[in-house]
């Protein structure tokens, strides 16, 4: 099932939104669709990468033995 949200965004934005809707015979739509899930799977890997940051108990790895693992 699909939900409609309402947001505003600068003029500027749904102009270059409208280029690109136009440029790719795509609605604005799915243009936004789109970009909001890209958006949330590169927020949930940050996320990820943050936890790992902050554990205390996960090793680092400098990129000399990173290099080495890789046969570089």
């Known amino acids: 099932m699909n939900t409609a949200i309402s947001v505003r965004i600068p ?3 749904a102009d270059d939104l409208d280029g ?3 440029e790719t015979e795509r609605s ?3 243009i936004v ?3 909001l ?3 949330i799977e590169d927020y949930a890997d940050l996320q990820v990468a943050l936890d790992r940051l902050r554990d205390k108990a996960d ?3 400098t990129s000399k033995e990173m290099r080495k693992s890789l046969g570089l």
């Open 33 to 35: 669709q789109k970009a």
């Open 37 to 39: 899930e890209s958006y």
């Open 20 to 22: 690109i809707a136009r």
């Open 28 to 30: 604005r739509s799915f």
């Open 59 to 61: 090793p680092i790895v």
């Open 11 to 13: 003029q500027k934005l």
